[in-house]
């Protein structure tokens, strides 16, 4: 059946003011087919729009529908991509999803490699599945930014990380999207002794030739879990080796700088800490593009509380409290809740770090820290009245960590309501405070 079928119309709609009808399948949109979301997004944005719809019976009926510019037509289908969601072919030396352990929920195990969820929720792709149909059409429609996993740029060494002989072709891809416009952010996965080093430099070299279509680059050290049995053999960075990409990162951004008037290239948050290395300033991330992957992050958090707190007045007391997070972001929360007793002499806190037994101590960051770990960890441990944690630690939009504990199991063992805070500096003020 076609994903294209209109499971419901929302009341109120431009569709529903049109008459269209749940059980109708939306075929054209002013005579462009309708293949997936991108389709339906690029093409429905009009204040004025002629629908094509085919009937249950067979037939087919036209519809006009007039709506403000760029408003939602209102209809909903059987999935949010009108179509199935495109698995990765690759098998990446250091995917993390190969370093998961049995017995986890079946969702966690699905690799998306899809066009489409790059432009729209802005995942990484690497390119190494995209039609000729569908490389034309994302520059057709102009859909950018998309993001994409490069590693490396050289051809032979993508396809050797990837796994994938048209590994090296995503690199032919990205010089089209750069002459026609298309932004792209990317992302360099960093393993000692494969793609840093001089190769790293090579594909520095290659990125900002593409600039201004090569929009930021974050460099990231590859993440290893304990659960690696017939995997590519891989290990973590070493404090030397770290700090050595950290500084041929920074050296290269600062003639990037000149050049273009951007660093373009930064390493993650998790490079320095590897590395020995303080935190750069605040201008030195711009305008933080590649938050996501960990590149300015606590930064932000640590410059956006400061603010936050400044603005506050002395109390006399808050209610006791206690954060926990990954053993990287750790010293940083410490000195965030110091800045906070600067307002209250008597606050009562505690930061804990957490190790996680259940990934591999190698893994430090707070967003893979699982609900089991924590209750085993905080177990008898003074939290005060209430727990903070980072809001990345919960599947995004549930009550749910990684392991399928939920907030209720952990509140239920430790005896403590927790509260979960989202990676801002003004919320965590907020939530420190009470407010």
């Given amino acids: 059946m076609s994903m294209t079928v209109i499971r419901s119309v929302d009341h109120g709609s431009p569709a529903k003011k049109a008459g269209v009808r749940p059980g109708e399948t939306l075929t054209h949109v002013g005579g462009h087919a309708i293949v997936d979301v991108l389709d339906y997004k690029f093409y429905t944005y009009d204040a004025r729009l002629e629908l094509t719809l085919a009937q249950p019976d067979g037939g087919s009926r036209k519809v006009l529908v007039k709506k403000r510019e760029g408003e939602d037509l209102g209809l909903n289908f059987e999935t949010y991509l009108m179509d199935k969601a495109r698995s990765c072919a690759n098998q990446c030396i250091f995917c993390f999803v190969d370093q998961l352990p049995q017995g986890m929920r079946d969702t966690l195990y699905f ?47 993508r396809a050797r990380m990837l796994g994938h002989r048209n590994g090296g072709a995503g690199i032919e891809h990205m010089r089209r999207f750069a002459e026609a416009g298309i932004i792209m952010n990317c992302q360099i996965v960093s393993c000692p002794g494969i793609n840093d080093g001089p190769e790293l430099m090579r594909s520095m070299e290659d990125l900002a030739g593409l600039y201004p279509g090569v929009n930021s680059v974050s460099v ?16 973590p960075y070493t404090r030397a080796e770290a700090a050595a990409v950290v500084d041929m990162v920074e050296e290269y951004g600062k003639t990037c700088m000149e050049r273009f008037g951007t660093t373009l290239f930064w390493c993650s948050d998790e490079f320095y800490l590897q590395g020995g290395r303080g935190l750069p300033e605040d201008e030195y991330f711009e305008d933080y593009t590649q938050l996501e992957n960990g590149v300015g992050m606590l930064r932000l958090l640590m410059t956006e509380f400061e603010s936050a707190v400044g603005s506050v007045d002395c109390v006399e007391s808050v209610a006791p409290f206690s954060i926990a997070t990954g053993v990287a972001a750790a010293p940083f929360l ?79 063992e430790l005896g403590v309501k927790v509260t979960p805070v989202n990676q801002d500096g003004f919320e965590l003020c907020d939530a420190i405070f009470g407010e």
């Fill in 334 to 412: 410490r000195q965030i809740v110091d800045m906070a007793a600067t307002k209250c002499h008597t606050m009562e806190r505690a930061v804990y770090p957490i190790i996680n037994h259940f990934f591999g101590e190698t893994i430090t960051v707070a967003g893979l820290v699982t609900g089991g770990d924590l209750i085993a960890q905080l177990r008898g441990k003074p939290l005060g009245k209430r727990l903070l944690l980072p809001v990345n630690m919960l599947r995004h939009g549930e009550d749910v960590f990684l392991d399928d504990v939920t907030i209720a199991d952990v509140e239920r």
């Fill in 111 to 157: 690799k998306d490699d899809d066009a489409r969820l790059s432009f729209l929720m802005g995942n990484y792709i690497t390119l190494t599945n995209l039609s000729q149909r569908e490389l034309q059409r994302i520059i057709d429609l102009r859909i950018s930014p998309i993001n994409v996993s490069v590693h490396t740029t050289n051809p032979d060494l």
């Fill in 220 to 235: 990231v050290p590859v993440g290893l879990t304990r659960h690696r049995e017939g995997l590519c053999s891989l290990r």
